[in-house]
């Protein structure tokens, strides 16, 4: 997305968010979590990340961008797995993970 990131106390905070092993965990558990809820439907899933993560619904560009987003994941994993179950959660695992990484997703230090 085009917004600023807010000034943080904590200068490492965006490298912290892209490379430390908890916060993947964490996009992993989250994925996990909108999988359940949301089974196989990809829109559905980019509808609860959105409202979970940054606490509103996305505009239908970014939504767009998401969704578009989720098939090239799921269209580069699926080239190494036959397995398609642990393809869908990496690939919303890897979008969960950058959503985390946005502006929008705040960080409050």
Same mark, same amino acid.
């Given at each position: 997305?085009?917004? $600023?990131?807010?000034?943080?106390? !904590?200068?490492? =905070?965006?490298? #912290?968010?892209?490379?430390?092993? &908890? !916060?993947?965990?964490? /996009?992993?558990? *989250? /994925?996990?979590?909108? &999988?359940?809820? /949301?089974?196989?439907?990809?829109e559905? =899933? !980019? @509808?609860? %990340? ?12 970014? +939504? ?6 989720? =098939?090239? *994941? !799921? ?7 036959? $397995?398609?179950?642990?393809v +869908?959660? +990496? /690939?919303?695992?890897?979008?969960c #993970?950058? %959503? *985390?990484?946005?502006?929008? *997703?705040?960080f %409050? @230090?």
């Amino acid at each position: 997305n085009c917004l $600023d990131r807010r000034d943080s106390l !904590v200068a490492p =905070q965006a490298l #912290h968010l892209l490379n430390n092993g &908890m !916060v993947r965990q964490l /996009a992993e558990s *989250f /994925a996990t979590r909108v &999988m359940k809820e /949301a089974g196989d439907d990809c829109e559905r =899933q !980019v @509808d609860l %990340v959105s409202l979970y993560a940054i606490g509103r619904p996305l505009a239908s560009g970014e +939504k767009n961008v998401s969704l578009d987003a989720m =098939q090239a *994941f !799921v269209t580069e994993l699926k080239t190494g797995s036959s $397995d398609i179950a642990a393809v +869908k959660l +990496k /690939a919303l695992t890897e979008y969960c #993970h950058a %959503v *985390f990484n946005s502006a929008a *997703f705040l960080f %409050v @230090d």
